[in-house]
């Protein structure tokens, strides 16, 4: 099993993040069967003011790639993604386009 952790801001509107929670505590199930079906096992969002931190637990037969071309086909992945980013807010050191961006361990027990 691997673990990914990502980054990711959202405005900084205490009305706005409170939509992005509420979102949170009923997500879609197709974007529930999204996650599961790519191999993805375990998955935790945490808050800080505006600053998302989230971790990523996934089996072996998880791929980026296969994830991401899979998402582009979905039609309700693709709806949620966009309702998302009148929330989110990528990092400065995103690509164009990019969202979460994977953090880089620097230490472990």
Not at 30 to 43: H, K, P, V
Not at 56 to 76: H, I, P
Request: net charge negative; glycine share 2%; hydrophobic share 45%.
């Amino acid at each position: 099993m691997n673990r990914y952790c990502f980054t990711l801001d959202l405005a900084d509107d205490p009305a706005l993040i409170a939509e992005y929670e509420k979102w949170h505590q009923n997500i879609w199930p197709e974007i529930l069967q999204s996650i599961t079906e790519a191999g993805i096992t375990q998955m935790e969002i945490y808050r800080f003011a505006n600053r998302l931190f989230m971790i990523m637990d996934v089996n072996d037969t998880f791929s980026f790639d296969k994830k991401a071309a899979v998402d582009a086909a979905n039609d309700k992945v693709q709806e949620w993604e966009q309702l998302m980013w009148k929330y989110q807010r990528p990092l400065p050191q995103a690509r164009p386009g990019e969202k979460w961006v994977l953090m880089e361990r620097i230490f472990e027990l």
